[in-house]
């Protein structure tokens, strides 16, 4: 579990569903280990797309510790994400609504209307929290989905660019994606030079 910044957490952990030797850039081209995230707001703690690791008993410890006395909520960015949601949703008696009205202080949702994915803002972290419309990128840096990933939505790569783009008015420092490495600065900037390729 690496803390990325006060009350604020990612992890990877290897996924059941990977299986070695994927065409590139097809629908099952992502890496085995997947990344999740836990915010511990004022008022809640908040797990994003939670996987659990191979220990658990280890990160039932480490995740207690943090939640202690919180109201917790379990959030997913898309259907495919649900992981372990019920598993942590059951062991913290956790809400799993995404409703905004039912968000804690300090998570903000932002609904991609037909790509099936909802984002999640921490503005207090200045962190954006994506499912797998944006991935990191291997310089570094972040990328749109292959087209591929988009078989089941009803948006295409150029749409997708276009409902990504009210984003970057948001003063985005990090970019905790799923699937490769997290940008952990200049955010803003690696989002604009993902919508701009």
């Known amino acids: 579990m ?4 006060p009350g604020l957490w990612r992890w990877t952990a290897p996924h059941s569903a990977w299986r070695p030797g994927a065409e590139r850039d097809s629908p099952d081209d992502w890496d085995e280990y997947v990344g999740s995230v836990l915010y511990v707001g004022r008022e809640a703690a908040v797990f994003i797309d939670p996987l659990l690791p191979p220990d658990e008993e280890q990160f039932w410890s480490w995740a207690d510790e943090r939640v202690a ?10 259907p495919p994400h649900r ?13 799993t609504s995404r409703i905004k009205r039912d968000l804690p202080d300090g998570v903000e949702s932002i609904v991609l209307r037909g790509a099936r994915e909802t984002m999640f803002w921490l503005p207090e972290q200045r962190t954006l929290v994506p499912g797998d419309r944006i991935l990191g990128a291997p310089d570094g840096g972040l990328m749109l989905c292959p087209e ?21 008015e948001l003063p985005i420092e990090r970019v905790l994606v799923s699937h490769g490495d ?4 200049g955010g803003a900037e690696a989002l604009r030079s993902c919508l701009s390729s």
């Open 148 to 168: 591929s990933w988009l078989y089941w939505v009803s948006v295409n790569r150029d749409e997708l660019r276009t409902l990504l783009q009210p984003l970057l």
């Open 2 to 5: 690496r803390e990325i910044a």
């Open 69 to 78: 006395g919180r109201n917790v909520v379990v959030l997913t960015t898309l």
């Open 83 to 95: 992981r372990n949601r019920d598993q942590v949703a059951h062991r913290y008696r956790a809400s």
């Open 182 to 185: 997290p940008v952990l600065v």
